[in-house]
């Protein structure tokens, strides 16, 4: 346990001093507000931008709260879901590159504590700056819009929270196989987007599909209730996560020798 604990502490000193800690939650918020302001503005956004006849009347409905935040949670599905993958992506090359994984690995360090104290960092992180961010954007959507309760907001983030964890358990799976991090970034990317492109082909097939958990966040936004056989979708993408790093442990002492 100590030595997860120091590996863990390490893995958060080093991201401070990448800024990782700055630049990812930063991230998060801008795509987050931009979502309840654009909406907000968008008819004196189309009125300033476009060339529209003189006495042209833009009516565009107004979105209801709901609405805005089921918005930004498919902003953090796609520009989210690829800003960590980068993030995470050198996690484990980086140290292979500079030599530094020989150094840790030569010390009583198991390889499942050096797998879990990755992942669990690079959680934190993620976590952090997408609850900060939804956090941003849910109180600027009450302002501008209809109040949406706290707890709908909070149930419906920790339901997107476990697609972050399954995100990440995967890239840190891929980063075992992998010591290019451009390489890493793209099988990343290529089984995430080939799981939601299975998912949307077999809708029947793949109702357990991790893919999902944003249709079921969506969904008790809305409804204030998951869709149908969203537990099975809640416990496969947790089972899966757990599988991916247990995988990835294996997979990292296989191939590195110490």
């Known amino acids: 346990m100590k030595n997860f604990i120091t590996l863990f502490q390490k893995e958060l000193t080093e991201s401070l001093r990448n800024g990782k800690w700055i630049w990812l ?12 302001i654009t909406s907000y503005y968008m008819p004196q956004i189309l009125e300033s931008a476009g ?3 003189e006495g042209t ?9 709901e609405e805005v935040l089921a918005g930004t949670l498919s902003q953090f599905g796609t520009i989210g879901s690829l800003l960590l993958v980068l993030a995470t992506m050198g996690t484990i ?16 360090v198991h390889p499942f504590q050096y797998i879990v104290s990755k992942w669990a960092a690079q959680l ?11 956090g941003l954007t849910w109180y600027y959507t009450n302002l501008l819009f209809n109040p949406v309760n706290w707890d709908v907001m909070l149930t419906s983030s920790a339901i997107y929270s476990l697609w972050i964890v399954f995100l990440l358990s995967v890239t840190i799976l891929m980063g075992t196989f ?10 990343s990317v290529i089984v995430l987007g080939g799981l939601s492109v299975i998912s949307s082909l077999f809708i029947t ?27 099975l979708t809640i416990c496969t993408t947790i089972g899966l996560s757990l599988f991916f790093v247990l995988l990835a442990t294996v997979n990292f002492k296989r191939f590195e020798q110490f």
């Open 25 to 36: 939650p930063i991230a998060f918020i801008i795509i987050g507000i931009s979502q309840p």
């Open 51 to 53: 060339n529209l006849p």
């Open 57 to 65: 009347v833009i009516e565009i409905p107004t979105p209801s709260g």
């Open 93 to 108: 090359s980086n140290e292979r590159q500079n030599g530094s994984l020989t150094l840790v690995m030569v010390r009583p």
């Open 124 to 134: 934190l992180i993620a976590l952090v700056s997408f609850l900060l961010s939804y």
């Open 178 to 187: 992998l010591k290019a991090t451009s390489g890493i970034a793209g099988l």
């Open 205 to 231: 097939y793949t109702q357990w599909s991790p893919t999902n958990l944003r249709a079921h966040a969506t969904a008790f936004l809305m409804q204030g209730e998951l869709l149908e056989n969203g537990m």
